[in-house]
């Protein structure tokens, strides 16, 4: 304990001696008598440490997410219907005043999404004299989108996440069935990729999925990707959206499911991950908030020590910076309060910072 702890100054060493001994830290002691030590640089080196942000919190809360992360992706600034509104349109302001920002804090970049059903504008979809779009103009249309943003953002955003939620594990072929799989076919997938390519050859490609710990949806997962492969499309990596529970998925399927994946050759990064305190669509809470706060702790722990077990993981971005900000309160009952994050509505560390600080290997 003494020897791994060497090296750090004595505020940090008061601050991670409180939290070993599961002492309580007082987030106002924490915040004025010393300060909180930084998440990206614990575990630098290892794996990014990114967060989903806004236009507004990088302005409201720069310090603390350029001091406590290493990563950002725009939560909603860089999707199809904000960027290319109407077609040809591009709108890339909020998304630079991020970029900016990133780069200076010498952070890391994702971009999220370049297709995704729910966050497609309507133009895309509208052929000429009231006729539907047909594939050839869809596609046209496609490339026109990724040439603009990917090439926008060449040599800024390292990895993209191409396509957003794809599959659909009921349907035979495994992909969903919507306007993109129904006008161009099974294939806009391989041209979504073959695009982004071009667009930025250095680009690393995921594929971006949630629930990829279910056993239906893993399986169609792997199926498609071995899809990609196959035919030479340049996918690099998943992304596991990781929006879970307090409850669910178990650490051991988390970690078969990376296992699952690297074993294609495949970098896996953890892209839009926050806990839950609620089950799914549910209103009710099963034990008192502190316990759950405490169980919330505990398997961020369980999770991120068993990603040392995964070179194949390069980075765990969680989705938004602070409680206040999460997108689980969205569109919920007014006495829903969901605390997901790894920072309280204050902007404090709870016990879910500390315990993903202590999973760092030092
Ligand atoms: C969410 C944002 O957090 C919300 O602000 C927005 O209203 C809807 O989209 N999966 C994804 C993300 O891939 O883009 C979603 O983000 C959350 C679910």
Redesign the pocket.
Known sequence: MHKRLRGFGLASTIIILGACTGTPVTPHVAASAVPTPSLAKAWQGQVLIGA?VDEKNIQSQGTLIADQFSSVVA??AM?PMATEPREGEFHFEAADAIVRFAQSHNMAIRG??LL?H??TPDWMWQGKNGQPADRDLVLARLKRHIDAEVGHYKGQVYAW?VV??VIDEKQPDCLRNDKWHQVVGLDYVDYAFRYAHAADPAARLFI?E?STTETAKQRCLLRVIQGLQERGVPVNGIGH?M?ISVFYPRVEDIDQTLTAFARLGLENQIT?IDMSLYKWKDNHLYDTRDNLLALQARRYGDIMRMIHNHPDVTAATW??VTDAGT?LN?DAPADHNDQPLLFDAQGQPKGAFWAVFKAARR
């Open positions: 989903a939560e909603n999707k999220h999404t995704w729910l966050h996440d957003n939620e971006n949630y959206q929006h839009e989705w938004g997108w969205q």
